[in-house]
């Protein structure tokens, strides 16, 4: 009977987390603004390192670079999962996945590549057309990657720079494993320039910065490459040096030239599937459109500016959600 008398007690009590109100849909318009990529790095006066060689996917090292190496426009950099990794030399490293109908300066430099190591005569004209797709599938083709895969993938190039370089130190093993920004080898050593410390990943992943970008320090301002690690101009390094004396080192600020026009919402808005898919969602009983964040910070993210949504759910990991992110 006390057995019973308790059961009967629990089970008649109110049970709070049923009765509590379920948490309501908060839906906020999508914020469209122009923005100019930047982030925090740290420099130095001195010999810089040598230019490091980065893979942008990830595998398994199955032939590691040779030191020794001139790696000119083509020239077989590394292999990885078997598959060649050869060097890109161009003013900027190309930062996304190319394939039909987008344009930018990246899609020249892509073209200009292609048309250096034979694969495509057509003009860099900015635009993955036709004859940029046929260049890209040969390309492909001989990269291992199957025939006819007309996407180019910036995983099967790794950028030397705008300059042959020669591999001076190697970096990885046969057997390492990769991910994106891993570093692989690594160049001679440049005397007299500015050392750029960037954050972990490069600022690269921070935002767009293919328009070009600079290096302030205090009130100078010089040209920089993201993802180059050195300013060597013997003007800008003066200029620097300037800035921060008594010093020689301190904290500078990398920004693009151009200001890009964004989609932004809360970051509370993204959601990651199991499969690694980041989605946004309309509503909770909307589908999950997937998105790439190309910048942000801790309480917003920027995305492309073509984003179909008009608003966005910002709080998606309360509410029931239709459709799961990634399905």
Same mark, same amino acid.
Not at 247 to 271: D, F, I, K, N
């Given at each position: ?249 301190? @904290? ?6 151009? $200001? &890009? %026009? #964004? *989609? =932004?919402? +809360?970051?509370?808005?993204? /959601?990651?599937? !199991?499969?690694?898919? @980041? ?6 009983? $909307? &589908? %999950? #459109? *997937? =998105?790439? +964040?190309?910048?942000?910070? /801790?309480?917003? !993210? ?26």
């Amino acid at each position: 009977m006390v057995v019973l008398t308790g059961w009967w007690l629990v089970a008649a009590a109110e049970n709070r987390t049923a009765a509590a109100a379920p948490v309501a849909a908060v839906v906020v318009p999508v914020a469209r603004e122009d923005v100019r990529a930047e982030a925090s790095v740290s420099v130095a006066l001195g010999e810089a390192p040598g230019f490091e060689l980065t893979v942008t996917g990830q595998g398994t090292v199955t032939t590691p670079p040779t030191v020794g190496a001139v790696l000119d426009a083509g020239a077989e950099v590394l292999r990885v999962d078997d598959r060649p990794i050869r060097a890109m030399v161009a003013d900027a490293p190309l930062w996304r996945a190319l394939s039909a109908g987008d344009t930018g300066p990246d899609v020249v430099r892509l073209q200009e590549h292609l048309a250096t190591l034979g694969y495509y005569d057509g003009a860099p004209d900015g635009t993955f057309g036709a004859g940029l797709r046929r260049a890209v599938e040969k390309f492909n083709t001989d990269a291992g990657l199957g025939r006819r895969v007309p996407a180019f993938d910036p995983a099967t190039v790794v950028w030397v720079g705008p300059d042959p370089l020669t591999v001076h130190e190697v970096l990885t093993t046969a057997g390492a494993s990769t991910a994106p920004g891993t570093a692989v080898a690594r160049g001679p050593a440049r005397p007299d320039a500015v050392t750029v410390t960037e954050p972990q990943g490069g600022v690269a992943g921070l935002g767009d910065f293919t328009g070009g970008a600079t290096l302030a320090v205090a009130d100078v301002e010089v040209p920089y490459v993201p993802g180059s690690g050195a300013v060597e101009s013997a003007a800008d390094v003066a200029a620097v040096s300037e800035a921060l004396a008594p010093g020689t080192e301190g @904290v500078a600020r990398v920004s693009a030239v151009e $200001a &890009r %026009p #964004v *989609a =932004v919402v +809360p970051a509370s808005a993204l /959601v990651q599937g !199991a499969d690694g898919t @980041v989605c946004l969602y309309g509503s909770p009983d $909307a &589908r %999950p #459109v *997937a =998105v790439t +964040p190309v910048g942000g910070g /801790v309480g917003s !993210a920027q995305l492309p500016s073509d984003l179909e949504l008009d608003e966005v759910l910002t709080n998606p990991g309360r509410v029931d959600l239709a459709h799961p992110c990634g399905s």
